[in-house]
């Protein structure tokens, strides 16, 4: 099983971010290579650290491991890490290689539906979806091969060109390979020599309460694998389904209610939904059409924060009156 990122950094689940980087300081000066030359246990330790700390910071990516965490699958959904991030750790030692990019699996981005109510409860989601993984039966290499002879074998090529500043020499993908380093003799059965099958996946997971239209959750590491590079992510943006009555303004929400001339004039007490139920509100004599009530906290919910509900009042004109109420209403005028 992977290391917990809180263990690694000796932290506990509710440290605030100030925590988490005091100890992300301490533990990464312990182990620097710099403190520890030649010592593959600590540089070990200082790439674990590095990297725990890499999603622990970043409030997005720690909602996401907090959610995901190793409940997923059985397994860490952060198994795919961060190639930016690899690159960053890797540049810190001297392995007397030359760095080269990883190469990463494309993202793959879905979209979830969800109601305001759905929002406000929080809600279990189960999806699926399909990704390309890599064919086992030929170990993604899409059969039987042989090395390209065009870059003998490293996927990449040596491009020089001349350009009015001089010759430039830079790296380039190979053409004949497609940055593989071997050209297929013999196609895999199982992918038709394309190095990667479509699995179907299925992912369970807690939508966090007051999720917005538009965010997005991310899980490292569940996009499509790529032969020879580490598996893109998958990004479940939320589409919030517009309410029949309430409309939402970050936490707060709105709405409006209509109320007889009578009740506006000499003051009522009404019913009014929330997302949590019917409330009573006070309508006090002499309020105005289209004032608006604030009613503390019947919102939405994120973290520690809730919203408010504004409650505008608006006037309910009768399209019908009987001989009786016209004189009523007639005698108002005097
Ligand atoms: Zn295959
Ligand atoms: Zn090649």
């Given at each position: 099983m992977t290391k917990d990122y809180y263990q690694i950094l000796e932290a506990?689940?509710?440290?605030d971010d100030k925590t988490l980087k005091k100890k992300y300081r301490q533990l990464s000066k312990k182990y620097h290579p710099d403190v520890n030359p030649d010592n593959p246990e600590a540089e070990e330790k200082f790439k674990e650290v590095a990297k725990a700390y890499e999603v622990l910071s970043d409030k997005e990516k720690r909602r996401n491991y907090d959610m995901f965490g190793s409940e997923t699958n059985g397994g860490n959904p952060f198994n795919g890490g961060n190639a930016n991030m690899d690159d960053i750790i890797n540049?810190?030692?001297?392995?007397n290689q030359r760095r080269q990019r990883v190469r990463k699996g494309s993202d793959i981005r879905i979209t979830i539906k969800m109601s305001m109510e759905e929002v406000f409860n929080g809600v279990h989601k189960k999806i699926k979806y399909k990704r390309n993984e890599n064919c086992v039966s030929c170990n993604a290499t899409g059969g039987k091969t042989k090395i390209c002879n065009v870059c003998n074998g490293k996927g990449h090529i040596n491009h020089i060109q001349n350009t009015p500043i001089g010759r430039v020499q830079n790296t380039i993908q190979c053409h004949n390979c497609g940055g593989r380093g071997t050209i297929i003799m013999e196609a895999c059965k199982m992918c038709n020599g394309k190095s990667t099958i479509i699995k179907e996946e299925m992912l369970e997971f807690d939508v966090p309460i007051g999720i917005e239209d538009g965010e997005n959750l991310i899980v490292r590491g569940k996009g499509n694998s790529i032969p020879n590079g580490i598996n893109g992510d998958l990004y479940v943006q939320i589409v919030e389904v517009p309410h029949n009555t309430f409309k939402r303004s970050g936490l707060d929400i709105h709405q409006r209610i209509t109320l007889p001339y009578k009740n506006l004039v000499l003051g009522d007490s009404t019913e009014v939904n929330t997302l949590d139920g019917k409330i009573r509100i006070k309508i006090k004599a002499g309020t105005e059409v289209g004032h608006i009530l604030r009613v503390s906290k019947k919102g939405l919910r994120r973290e520690n924060r809730v919203g408010d509900m504004m409650i505008e009042v608006w006037l309910e004109i009768p399209k019908e009156i009987n001989d009786e109420e016209k004189s009523k209403i007639e005698s108002l005028k005097n």
């Open positions: 506990n689940k509710d440290d540049s810190f030692f001297n392995n």
